[in-house]
């Protein structure tokens, strides 16, 4: 009885081993995928304003804890009073934490005319370093803040505007497109010859884990910078720079690609949209100006803390699909394919095995991105070259969890500076390698054009 009793407890232990350690089953046929599951495993099936705050499915307790951890040092508000807790904000940032333009964890929102911006920045550069990465302008830095502490001058005040245009559809519906221009007032040094200047809105940090655990073999399988497939799509993979391990790497995070990693995507933010240092960028942004302070080799920021918040980006998960089995959405899905979104917009992947994070390993995964960068047209274009991203292309965007952008952002603002107010303005500004698939769309009827929508509010 004790020997059939413990032959039964091996078998089902085996069935259970080979039942999660098995590699994802090869894809044979897209119809055949599940995509309500966005991000596999770690989906969660939230649809309120908290939709993008969860941490991913199956952490053990201590992972849990470092999750929370991070979470809070991603809310703490920095202050410049040495007295306070969180000392170490400017002298000049941009914002006053990571949650205050990553709001509810999603996506930033662009000023309204006479607005002070809060999660839209501007990156600035003079050429390119020896990276060929945006090098520092001259008395600017690679950003420009316009807020500083007490008895500080801020870089500058930037302002903006925007200048309306309407365009018609092949069925005579009208749109109108804005293109926003951005004025820098009251610089506190004379601006260098030549300067350029790129608009950057706060992109959500969920499931930024399983984008960090695609493979680089994967990513690679879709670039086609020649274009020999004639297909007009010629995405290429940017290469920026791993500070930690002093080499160029694939980029994936950032509107060009340009950031390797979370952990230093983190640290940057910390320094130049707040004015923290920290093990990764120990130098103040303000470095080489009046204001500078020498930090003497003392952190802002505690390196657990660091790791802590990288390591609450990299669990947090994704909102599952709504609506997937809505036959107007299933229309609009095919529609996109057909007129050409998904040939940049992937809707698939599956993540490497990975023995230290088994919560994004071998997962199946619904991004609807390719990760590559591409070239927008002359209408996007920032005319900055940042690495193997020239000054038209810009990073394909995930899709996932889009269509509840304006549940926990109050907003639908896309595009890198946020000039798109709506789904119909994101498309219509595509161009360069997206003209034909843009033009796809201008022709569709109204009932097709509205499917397509409704396809992109199911995700």
């Known amino acids: ?88 904000l400017g002298p000049i940032f941009n914002n ?99 300067y350029l200047i790129s608009a950057r809105m706060a992109t959500p940090v969920f499931g930024l884990g399983l984008l960090e655990a695609i493979s680089e073999t994967d990513i690679l399988k879709n670039a086609d910078e020649l274009d020999v497939n004639g297909d007009g799509i010629s995405g290429k993979a940017n290469y920026g720079y791993n500070v930690i391990e002093n080499k160029k790497q694939l980029g994936r995070f950032g509107w060009k690609a340009a950031m390797p990693t979370i952990i230093q995507q983190s640290a940057g933010a910390y320094n130049q949209d707040m004015g923290v240092t920290n093990f990764i960028f120990p130098i103040e942004s303000s470095y080489g ?37 809505n036959e107007e959405v299933k229309k609009g899905k095919n529609i996109f394919k057909q007129i050409g979104c998904a040939k940049c917009h992937i809707q698939t992947f599956i ?37 193997n991203a020239t000054g038209n292309e810009w990073r394909t965007s995930p899709l996932w969890g889009i269509g509840l952008t304006n549940i926990v952002n109050g907003h639908n603002n896309f595009l890198h500076d946020g000039r798109a107010r709506n789904f119909i303005e994101a498309i219509m500004w595509h161009s360069g390698e997206a003209d034909a698939t843009k033009n796809n769309f201008k022709n569709l009827s109204k009932t097709e054009r509205d499917a397509v929508i409704k396809f992109l509010n199911s995700l």
Not at 358 to 367: L, M, V, Y
């Open 351 to 387: 993540t490497q095995t990975n023995m230290t994070s088994p919560e994004t390993s071998n997962q199946r995964i619904f991004p609807y991105t390719d990760m590559l960068v591409h070239d927008m047209g002359n209408g996007l274009a920032d005319n900055r070259n940042d690495y």
């Open 1 to 88: 009885m004790c020997k059939a009793w413990y032959n039964n407890i091996i078998f089902i232990f085996c069935v259970l081993f080979l039942c999660f350690c098995r590699k994802a089953e090869e894809i044979k046929n897209e119809d055949d995928l599940n995509d309500w599951y966005s991000g596999g495993k770690q989906t969660v099936f939230i649809n309120g304003s908290n939709a993008f705050s969860q941490s991913f499915n199956g952490m053990s307790e201590l992972k849990l804890q470092q999750h929370e951890i991070g979470d809070k040092g991603f809310a703490a508000v920095f202050n410049s009073d040495p007295n306070q807790l969180n000392y170490g």
């Open 96 to 194: 006053v934490s990571c949650g205050s333009c990553h709001i509810g964890d999603g996506r930033g929102k662009a000023p309204n005319i006479g607005e002070p911006l809060s999660s839209l920045l501007l990156r600035i550069s003079s050429g390119n370093d020896i990276n060929n990465g945006p090098q520092d302008a001259q008395g600017f830095g690679g950003q420009l803040q316009q807020r500083a502490i007490l008895g500080t001058n801020a870089e500058c005040i930037i302002t903006v505007n925007y200048t309306e245009n309407a365009f018609q559809f092949a069925d005579g519906e009208t749109y109108s497109l804005r293109t926003p221009v951005y004025t820098l007032n009251n610089p506190y040094t004379t601006l260098p010859a030549g």
């Open 289 to 325: 100006q009046p204001q500078y302070t020498l930090s003497n080799g003392k952190k802002d920021l505690a390196d657990s803390t660091l790791s802590a918040v990288a390591f609450y980006i990299k669990t947090l998960a994704v909102p599952g699909r709504r609506d997937a089995n």
